[in-house]
């Protein structure tokens, strides 16, 4: 599998001034993988507002009810600590709603005052024996350190530290850890595409069964799919354990030693040459031929990129994505001839320096918040990564696989054409 | 250097009807309804703050902290501008581990400077946030000689979330602009009567169905508190005839101190309903009639003004009013727009069987029992299933809420309109009833109602 680098030409980093940051919470970032387990719901422990913060953005997003809730620091725990709110939180989730798994995951004002979580979770333990067995996942994702991708991969972590243990090979089964970029439309593309050649995945996390828009009969306070606690416990005895997007890479390399499996990391499925190898591979290891659909599929990616080259080449792009988003898109625009102008993660630069780094460009990849950026510039944008809050249907989206391929060089060769059916380009500009 | 005001001090809001010691009452714990770990909903006081402050447009929004502070809300207000653009910006710190050990004052002073260099805005607003205040930044001080060295306005707000709810938010955004911008301003008094507009956040643009009215009769909007504000305006708050607070029990400290300070009287009042509108539009004439700012006239042509507008808004109502007359609203929105509401949908023929009390003074309670009549259910506390449930009891044909319970109603196939921060409609004045009619309508009456509620015909064999 190859792993193309971003092309960065990004000036330095601004020390001390964000101005129009697209990074966005840990603890959210956490909460939205804790989202992808059953009957879970995400509990961040620190002042109400975190919480109430993130669960907005992800409501738009999404368009969903988000569960989601908070252990209300207040003054008076900030200076005593949060110890007893830690309890009393869980303790009326679980009088309310009796959810399959709480992820705690602290903030940065907890982390700053140096809350014991492990700590208050044995305690709960100890004073509530109904909760002994109660499935709890301790995340420590402090605000501080990275944004939304740590902190989404520091919950797979802990999930995968709480539940999976080593035990006799599962055959068939196939563990798959999706980075914080997959949207639930690429977790069932990857799922159908596991099945098709005859394996039983197990999505950690499974966005694609909760987070995919779907009315079900009745509402719910918790998380309405994804994988299950269970099935979490299995993760570790799979024939394979393949890692999609680097965010995610440490977190498989400490399963896959814990639990003696074999691992396979794959940067992005975003470019013919990665989603080629990628199926190749399971061809090789389920010794099944390559499904007549997914040739027929490839075979209609291959005809897309002879009909959208005209409009991709030499368009210049800057782009601001979280970065295995980033890493994705990258190869993605360079296997279609565009040229990479800038390409912003969170960590190396904002939103302003986007736009500073945008003169010329042909179009801006980013996610919503870089809409009034692209309007003042006069550029198209390409809505991309998290939040969306201006286009519908985000729970469906497919990014990765040949149907995510087809569809990106549809959607985006569609802008670039009426762009150029806009202003001709005069012959050599 | 003005203190920053303790919570003790602006919880006990003498004005506030919330505060039943200022009525002689016992003293009660007022705004300092503790969240409920594991319970509570809403947002922090960081975020109140920025609800109330943020819509000033020409000034720069500074958020110290780490990046759950600064990053997820900024632009997203649903508050518009009709010219500067800084407040859509968000700008922060955005502090690593490193600056939470060292401290973060230097970077703090280093963001000011580059906003002032880069975006010359007409002020600076710097937001506390929970680390900051716990690692002690003194945000005063950086401030105060930020201000000197730049000779522009570098406002502290002290604003930690974790010091209480949105509400008390609201009213810390309120207490910045009394300790450090009201009053401030130099500039000569303009002639004719004017008045400020207190705790209108211009909404989509509500604001603006409400200032042509007072303009047609010659009264002049010397500030929006916050609205579509602007600094120097606000800076100069206190050369205005009369504060008009709207629909906000959080920023009646602004209106209270105004008046002790400035000795401007203030009224209360709500831009909901058409018997609201009218009845603010009197009460502003009466006062200005009253203290001879203005002559008798003034009371004839409002009464035209009123009777020219009612007369329109009632012929363009009448066809929704023929379609929603009877229809049972629950309506779950926070302490005063409740009533509001409630007479807006009178309006239109409608009934409100059941509101939310959760933000209600013990006034407001009475007043909204008066209202619903006997058999109006007052929702104590909030809730997806306490929502639903009392859907389900009172057979309401919709739910009116705020965003965040939007999915709690279209998920349990109910019709929602949002009614509170980031909506797209303007509701506010004569026009915005009929905006508001429009949109009940079509949510109510939308042909997709009867499709998701059927069964698909598989389900429906015995
Ligand atoms: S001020 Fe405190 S509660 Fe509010 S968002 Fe920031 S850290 Fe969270």
Same mark, same amino acid.
């Given at each position: 599998?190859?792993?193309?680098?971003?092309?960065?030409?990004?000036?330095?980093?601004?020390?001390?001034?964000?101005?129009?940051?697209?990074?966005?919470?840990?603890?959210?970032?956490?909460?939205?993988?804790?989202?992808?387990?059953?009957?879970?719901?995400?509990?961040?422990?620190?002042?109400?507002?975190?919480?109430?913060?993130?669960?907005?953005?992800?409501?738009?997003?999404?368009?969903?009810?988000?569960?989601?809730?908070?252990?209300?620091?207040?003054?008076?725990?900030?200076?005593?600590?949060?110890?007893?709110?830690?309890?009393?939180?869980?303790?009326?989730?679980?009088?309310?709603?009796?959810?399959?798994?709480?992820?705690?995951?602290?903030?940065?004002?907890?982390?700053?005052?140096?809350?014991?979580?492990?700590?208050?979770?044995?305690?709960?333990?100890?004073?509530?024996?109904?909760?002994?067995?109660?499935?709890?996942?301790?995340?420590?994702?402090?605000?501080?350190?990275?944004?939304?991708?740590?902190?989404?991969?520091?919950?797979?972590?802990?999930?995968?530290?709480?539940?999976?243990?080593?035990?006799?090979?599962?055959?068939?089964?196939?563990?798959?850890?999706?980075?914080?970029?997959?949207?639930?439309?690429?977790?069932?593309?990857?799922?159908?595409?596991?099945?098709?050649?005859?394996?039983?995945?197990?999505?950690?996390?499974?966005?694609?069964?909760?987070?995919?828009?779907?009315?079900?009969?009745?509402?719910?306070?918790?998380?309405?799919?994804?994988?299950?606690?269970?099935?979490?416990?299995?993760?570790?005895?799979?024939?394979?354990?393949?890692?999609?997007?680097?965010?995610?890479?440490?977190?498989?390399?400490?399963?896959?030693?814990?639990?003696?499996?074999?691992?396979?990391?794959?940067?992005?499925?975003?470019?013919?040459?990665?989603?080629?190898?990628?199926?190749?591979?399971?061809?090789?290891?389920?010794?099944?031929?390559?499904?007549?659909?997914?040739?027929?599929?490839?075979?209609?990616?291959?005809?897309?990129?002879?009909?959208?080259?005209?409009?991709?080449?030499?368009?210049?792009?800057?782009?601001?994505?979280?970065?295995?988003?980033?890493?994705?898109?990258?190869?993605?625009?360079?296997?279609?001839?565009?040229?990479?102008?800038?390409?912003?993660?969170?960590?190396?630069?904002?939103?302003?320096?986007?736009?500073?780094?945008?003169?010329?460009?042909?179009?801006?990849?980013?996610?919503?918040?870089?809409?009034?950026?692209?309007?003042?510039?006069?550029?198209?944008?390409?809505?991309?990564?998290?939040?969306?809050?201006?286009?519908?249907?985000?729970?469906?989206?497919?990014?990765?696989?040949?149907?995510?391929?087809?569809?990106?060089?549809?959607?985006?060769?569609?802008?670039?054409?009426?762009?150029?059916?806009?202003?001709?380009?005069?012959?050599?500009? | 250097?003005?203190?920053?005001?303790?919570?003790?001090?602006?919880?006990?809001?003498?004005?506030?009807?919330?505060?039943?010691?200022?009525?002689?009452?016992?003293?009660?714990?007022?705004?300092?309804?503790?969240?409920?770990?594991?319970?509570?909903?809403?947002?922090?006081?960081?975020?109140?703050?920025?609800?109330?402050?943020?819509?000033?447009?020409?000034?720069?929004?500074?958020?110290?902290?780490?990046?759950?502070?600064?990053?997820?809300?900024?632009?997203?207000?649903?508050?518009?501008?009709?010219?500067?653009?800084?407040?859509?910006?968000?700008?922060?710190?955005?502090?690593?581990?490193?600056?939470?050990?060292?401290?973060?004052?230097?970077?703090?002073?280093?963001?000011?400077?580059?906003?002032?260099?880069?975006?010359?805005?007409?002020?600076?607003?710097?937001?506390?946030?929970? @680390?900051? &205040?716990? $690692?002690?930044? #003194?945000?005063?001080?950086?401030?105060?000689? *930020? !201000?000197?060295?730049?000779? /522009?306005? %570098?406002?502290?707000?002290?604003?930690?979330?974790?010091?209480?709810?949105?509400?008390?938010?609201?009213?810390?955004?309120?207490?910045?602009?009394?300790?450090?911008?009201?009053?401030?301003?130099?500039?000569?008094?303009?002639?004719?009567?004017?008045?400020?507009?207190?705790?209108?956040?211009?909404?989509?643009?509500?604001?603006?169905?409400?200032?042509?009215?007072?303009?047609?009769?010659?009264?002049? @909007?010397? &500030?929006? $508190?916050?609205? #579509?504000?602007?600094?120097?305006?606000?800076? *100069? !708050?206190?050369?205005?005839? /009369?504060? %008009?607070?709207?629909?906000?029990?959080?920023?009646?400290?602004?209106?209270?101190?105004?008046?002790?300070?400035?000795?401007?009287?203030?009224?209360?009042?709500?831009?909901?309903?058409?018997?609201?509108?009218?009845?603010?539009?009197?009460?502003?004439?009466?006062?200005?009639?009253?203290?001879?700012?203005?002559?008798?006239?003034?009371?004839?042509?409002?009464?035209?003004?009123?009777?020219?507008?009612?007369?329109?808004?009632?012929?363009?109502?009448?066809?929704?009013?023929?379609?929603?007359?009877?229809?049972?609203?629950?309506?779950?929105?926070?302490?005063?727009?409740?009533?509001?509401?409630?007479?807006?949908?009178?309006?239109?023929?409608?009934?409100?069987?059941?509101?939310?009390?959760?933000?209600?003074?013990?006034?407001?309670?009475?007043?909204?029992?008066?209202?619903?009549?006997?058999?109006?259910?007052?929702?104590?506390?909030?809730?997806?299933?306490?929502?639903?449930?009392?859907?389900?009891?009172?057979?309401?044909?919709?739910?009116?809420?705020?965003?965040?319970?939007?999915?709690?109603?279209?998920?349990?196939?109910?019709?929602?309109?949002?009614?509170?921060?980031?909506?797209?409609?303007?509701?506010?004045?004569?026009?915005?009833?009929?905006?508001?009619?429009?949109?009940?309508?079509?949510?109510?009456?939308?042909?997709?109602?009867?499709?998701?509620?059927?069964?698909?015909?598989?389900?429906?064999?015995?």
């Amino acid at each position: 599998m190859t792993s193309t680098k971003p092309a960065s030409t990004a000036a330095p980093p601004r020390q001390a001034l964000a101005v129009d940051t697209f990074k966005h919470s840990p603890a959210l970032g956490a909460a939205l993988a804790l989202l992808g387990v059953k009957g879970s719901v995400p509990l961040l422990h620190g002042a109400q507002g975190c919480t109430a913060a993130a669960k907005v953005v992800l409501v738009k997003h999404f368009r969903e009810a988000i569960p989601l809730a908070t252990t209300a620091m207040d003054e008076v725990s900030t200076v005593l600590g949060g110890d007893a709110n830690i309890i009393e939180a869980i303790a009326t989730l679980y009088g309310k709603s009796k959810p399959k798994l709480i992820g705690l995951c602290s903030t940065a004002l907890t982390e700053t005052r140096g809350d014991d979580l492990e700590g208050a979770v044995c305690r709960l333990r100890q004073q509530h024996p109904d909760l002994a067995e109660l499935p709890i996942a301790v995340i420590h994702s402090p605000d501080f350190m990275g944004g939304l991708q740590e902190g989404f991969a520091a919950a797979v972590g802990s999930l995968l530290e709480t539940f999976a243990s080593p035990g006799p090979t599962i055959p068939g089964q196939i563990t798959v850890l999706a980075n914080a970029c997959l949207a639930p439309g690429d977790g069932q593309e990857l799922k159908d595409l596991l099945e098709a050649f005859g394996y039983q995945p197990l999505l950690v996390p499974d966005l694609s069964d909760s987070l995919d828009g779907r009315l079900s009969e009745a509402p719910s306070p918790l998380a309405q799919g994804g994988i299950s606690v269970e099935q979490l416990r299995l993760v570790g005895r799979s024939e394979q354990v393949i890692v999609i997007g680097e965010s995610l890479a440490a977190v498989g390399a400490r399963l896959a030693e814990r639990c003696h499996c074999s691992l396979t990391s794959i940067p992005q499925l975003m470019s013919l040459e990665a989603v080629d190898g990628f199926i190749h591979q399971l061809s090789r290891w389920s010794g099944r031929p390559v499904p007549e659909r997914y040739r027929r599929q490839r075979r209609q990616v291959l005809d897309a990129l002879l009909d959208t080259h005209f409009y991709f080449g030499n368009k210049r792009v800057p782009l601001a994505l979280e970065g295995d988003l980033l890493q994705g898109m990258v190869a993605f625009l360079q296997a279609c001839g565009a040229k990479v102008q800038t390409a912003l993660t969170p960590q190396i630069g904002d939103l302003a320096l986007l736009g500073e780094s945008c003169d010329g460009a042909h179009l801006l990849v980013a996610s919503s918040q870089a809409a009034a950026l692209a309007q003042s510039k006069g550029i198209p944008l390409y809505r991309l990564g998290f939040p969306i809050t201006d286009r519908l249907g985000q729970g469906l989206r497919v990014s990765i696989g040949y149907a995510g391929l087809l569809r990106q060089l549809i959607e985006l060769g569609n802008i670039l054409l009426e762009q150029e059916l806009a202003h001709p380009v005069h012959p050599g500009g | 250097m003005v203190h920053a005001p303790t919570n003790r001090e602006l919880l006990t809001e003498p004005a506030c009807s919330h505060n039943p010691a200022a009525k002689g009452g016992s003293a009660k714990k007022g705004c300092a309804q503790k969240a409920k770990p594991g319970d509570a909903q809403g947002g922090c006081a960081f975020d109140g703050a920025l609800i109330t402050l943020v819509p000033i447009t020409d000034v720069a929004h500074l958020v110290h902290g780490p990046i759950a502070c600064g990053g997820h809300s900024w632009g997203t207000r649903g508050s518009l501008s009709s010219g500067p653009q800084h407040y859509r910006h968000g700008f922060t710190t955005d502090l690593n581990e490193h600056d939470i050990i060292f401290g973060a004052e230097t970077k703090l002073r280093q963001a000011i400077e580059a906003i002032a260099r880069d975006h010359r805005p007409k002020a600076i607003f710097v937001y506390a946030t929970c @680390v900051t &205040a716990l $690692i002690g930044e #003194d945000l005063d001080s950086v401030c105060k000689q *930020a !201000a000197q060295a730049l000779a /522009l306005p %570098v406002i502290p707000v002290h604003s930690a979330g974790f010091r209480g709810s949105k509400n008390f938010g609201n009213r810390l955004g309120g207490q910045a602009l009394l300790d450090h911008v009201i009053g401030t301003s130099q500039a000569p008094r303009q002639a004719g009567p004017s008045i400020n507009i207190i705790g209108e956040y211009n909404i989509a643009g509500e604001v603006w169905a409400v200032e042509p009215l007072l303009e047609a009769l010659g009264i002049r @909007v010397q &500030a929006r $508190i916050t609205g #579509d504000g602007r600094y120097e305006a606000i800076a *100069a !708050a206190h050369q205005a005839d /009369l504060n %008009v607070v709207i629909c906000s029990k959080a920023l009646l400290n602004v209106a209270r101190t105004m008046e002790e300070r400035y000795g401007i009287p203030f009224i209360e009042a709500s831009f909901y309903g058409s018997a609201n509108v009218s009845q603010c539009l009197r009460q502003i004439v009466d006062h200005l009639v009253d203290s001879k700012l203005a002559d008798l006239s003034l009371i004839d042509r409002s009464e035209a003004l009123i009777a020219t507008h009612t007369a329109l808004m009632g012929s363009q109502l009448e066809p929704y009013r023929q379609r929603l007359a009877g229809k049972r609203i629950v309506l779950y929105t926070g302490g005063v727009k409740s009533w509001s509401i409630i007479a807006a949908a009178a309006d239109l023929g409608m009934k409100v069987v059941a509101t939310s009390i959760k933000k209600s003074t013990a006034d407001d309670k009475a007043r909204i029992e008066e209202l619903l009549g006997p058999d109006g259910v007052l929702i104590e506390k909030g809730g997806a299933a306490e929502i639903l449930d009392v859907i389900a009891r009172t057979g309401a044909d919709m739910l009116i809420a705020g965003g965040r319970n939007q999915y709690t109603a279209l998920k349990a196939r109910i019709p929602f309109l949002d009614i509170n921060q980031e909506r797209h409609h303007a509701y506010a004045g004569y026009e915005g009833i009929v905006a508001l009619a429009r949109e009940i309508d079509e949510a109510m009456h939308s042909p997709v109602w009867e499709q998701v509620r059927r069964p698909a015909p598989w389900e429906q064999e015995p």
